[in-house]
């Protein structure tokens, strides 16, 4: 007697992905952030990738942005940034979307990043885009599933034989 064919087999059950994005709050930045703002800075970026604590408190202070904080039970768990321009068509720049490694992939940079898009939005920017690491393919597939499309290469932008992707996504 022969068993069932393997196709026949019950399926394997399915583990529930739990969305933890639902129990966190986002927010904009206020000034006393900005230790843990950089403390996910250090962990997401490594010298010479990350940014100085100067440059990115410039960033951060520019009338012309927006830095969204994402915190789980009071603690920072993730942040991003965007910048305008004041042209008549105005472009959007994401400058930099982090989010603990513990985190990823529970709906915290998604939430950031609508959020990017609306804030850029209401400046009435018509266009936003961004550079990625070439090799970063969990970035890559966040930005495409969220309409992103890759609209060129910049060799040795993340240093040397480490190219940037760019990609861009018009906003409504």
Excluded at 84 to 92: C, D, I, L, S, Y
Excluded at 97 to 124: F, I
Aim: proline share 6%; aromatic share 12%.
């Amino acid at each position: 007697m022969r068993g069932r064919p393997f196709c026949c087999a019950p399926p394997a059950p399915q583990l529930k992905r739990i969305d933890y994005s639902c129990r966190v709050l986002y927010r904009l930045y206020k000034p006393e952030d900005f230790a843990a703002l950089y403390a996910i800075e250090q962990v997401c970026f490594h010298p010479p990738d990350r940014f100085s604590r100067g440059y990115m408190r410039r960033l951060i202070e520019q009338p012309n942005s927006a830095t969204w904080i994402a915190e789980d039970d009071g603690l920072m768990c993730g942040f991003a940034l965007v910048e305008w321009t004041r042209e008549t068509e105005v472009p959007a720049y994401i400058q930099t979307l982090e989010v603990l490694p513990e985190r990823r992939g529970q709906g915290v940079g998604r939430e950031l990043l609508r959020r990017l898009e609306d804030s850029a939005g209401v400046e009435g920017a018509s266009l936003i885009w961004l550079h990625v690491d070439a090799e970063n393919a969990a970035a890559i597939r966040v930005y495409e599933v969220h309409g992103y499309e890759c609209k060129g290469r910049e060799e040795d932008y993340y240093g040397p034989n480490r190219a940037a992707l760019i990609y861009s996504k018009l906003l409504d």
